[in-house]
């Protein structure tokens, strides 16, 4: 009798494998950001190493160091953009385990390998195949927030996930920082790049590509993660690349919430990657003139995107629980959006009169607004995916995404040496009011029923 109830017991409570495995993508993604980051945070110190400038501090002025640091991120933008394309389809094809450990590998390698580069040509080179082993986490990110999750929980576990994108950054202008100052530029990349070959190994010998086949799942979170799903979502199968990419465009480009959808994520591309990559110059720039000292305030501004992101994801699962999915996540997108938009304008006359810390709070708050959207329109992308497709769906937005942010490298570095820091900066308000655009005009009730009527008949095909 005490046998049986001890049982029951065992049956009613669930494992919680479903956590651990966007807890181990938010790592991944916090070394692919860390990377990032420090790559910008200590420009003006491999500028001056390589004779890009005079001196450390002379980085940024009059332009001295902009166009060759803005032609290798263009670069490394390209590649990373590019590559989500194939790289979605792949992941659909070898499945969560094999890809995301292989391509977590190619680009920590590189990251390493950026220590060892002393010019131009071989910055541009190193830096143009570490993005392309990048390109894919994203699209891991979708699959197994589709897969692994709950559909109460999905944007909680995608958004958890991408959390690392911010703290990646204050890992690096903390921890990066603080080595860069001890051993000098290349060695915060040696030490990024060699534990990501290590977590490399890890998720390939626990992670699972379904929670069928994870040993650690029990029936009861089994039943739990398939609850609410239908017989496709349940069993998704591996697809073809060329039949997912029929269905993937077929989605994308023929109904209005695709369309939406794709604007959406074009234009979040633009005000991300001015974040991501411009903040550091614009600080470094206009107010402060040390490596250490911009660090320091990126950081600040940074923080307010890990409470962004990580808010996101359980305040647009509870939105759904109170409202439809559609108003539920226009709620989710545009009110942050808009408090945004007041925000960077509002930066734009504390940069120009040259006040530093109300101009580091409201780009701060503004950072904070951004993240905050993600949970309600990225998983759009999720939800649109034709069965055994997240991959190769997600991989087409998000490599949409990247590549209006590799023209955004280009645009920015223009327009901080012709109109200066502060002005390039705030002008990705205008990408902000054609992301409100995009979701008022094209998602709403209407369209969103058709696309889900389309995704489903494709499922079935």
Known sequence: ??????????????????????IMLFIAIMFNYADREIWTITAPAYAFAFGWTKSISSYGVAGAGISEYSLILFGWSLAYALFNFPGGSIVDKLGLRKSMATFYAIWSVFTVLTAATFNFISMLIVRLFMGAGEGPVWPVNAKSAKTWTNRYDESKAYTWAGAGQAVGP?????????????????????FFGALGI???LIWYF???????????????????????????????????PKDAWRKTLRMVFTTQAGIGTLLIFLSFGYILYTFLYWLPTLLFSTFVHSVTTSGIYTAAVDTALIAGFLGSGPLNDGLLKKFSKVNARRIGSLLPMSIMIVMIGLSYFTGTAHLLVPTVLLLAAGAGMMN?????????AIDLSPSGTAGTVYGFYNGMLNLVGAFNSIIEGVLFIKYGAVVGFTSSIIFMAVFIGGYVGLIRKKTWKKAMDLRDKLSAE
């Open 1 to 22: 009798m005490e046998e049986t109830k001890r049982e029951n017991v065992n049956v009613q409570k669930k494992s919680n494998v479903r956590w651990i495995i966007p």
């Open 170 to 190: 204050v890992v690096a202008a903390t921890i990066g920082v603080a080595i860069y100052a001890l051993f000098g530029w290349p060695a915060p990349f040696i």
């Open 198 to 200: 290590v977590f490399a």
């Open 206 to 240: 626990y992670v699972r590509d379904t929670p069928a086949e994870h040993k650690g799942v029990n029936q009861a979170e089994l039943d739990y993660i398939n609850e609410g799903k239908n017989q496709e979502q349940v069993n998704e199968k591996k697809v073809g």
């Open 372 to 380: 905050l959207t993600v949970g309600s329109w990225a998983v759009n």
